[in-house]
């Protein structure tokens, strides 16, 4: 499903839970999101995961990406791309946040 930044909050990703348990016959919901800006790239845990903050709009999105560490170097601040992911609720020093978990990344046309 393509949703924007507008469309994603925590309320929504909580309501996602009612879906669960997740596994083979009922899979976990996958969004896309086309044209979001890099504002933030880097490789993590030696390089193997990228973490990336992107922006749409006024809007901002946490994204990691699991072994995908590599991509670190083939993307640029600045640059426009699409992503596939699930987006989960990340807890860090208390503050919740959506992110999204990228099952995959390109360029935007």
Same mark, same amino acid.
């Given at each position: 499903m393509?949703?924007? &930044? #507008?469309?994603?909050d925590i309320a929504?990703?909580?309501?996602? $839970?009612? +879906?669960?348990?997740f596994?083979e016959?009922?899979? !976990?919901?996958?969004?896309?999101?086309k044209? &979001? #800006?890099?504002?933030?790239i880097r490789?993590l845990?030696?390089? $193997?995961? +990228?973490?990336l903050?992107?922006?749409?709009?006024n !809007?901002?999105?946490d994204?990691?990406?699991?072994?995908?560490?590599?991509?670190?170097?083939?993307y640029?601040?600045?640059?426009k791309?699409?992503i596939?992911?699930?987006?989960e609720?990340?807890?860090?020093n208390g503050?919740?946040?959506?992110?999204?978990?990228?099952k995959?990344?390109?360029?935007s046309?």
């Amino acid at each position: 499903m393509l949703v924007t &930044l #507008k469309d994603l909050d925590i309320a929504s990703v909580r309501e996602l $839970k009612k +879906l669960e348990p997740f596994g083979e016959a009922n899979r !976990m919901p996958t969004f896309g999101i086309k044209n &979001l #800006k890099i504002d933030s790239i880097r490789a993590l845990t030696d390089g $193997k995961h +990228l973490k990336l903050r992107l922006k749409e709009d006024n !809007m901002n999105i946490d994204a990691i990406g699991f072994n995908l560490g590599e991509l670190a170097t083939e993307y640029k601040l600045g640059e426009k791309i699409d992503i596939v992911g699930n987006l989960e609720i990340n807890s860090y020093n208390g503050i919740d946040s959506v992110q999204i978990n990228i099952k995959d990344i390109t360029k935007s046309l």
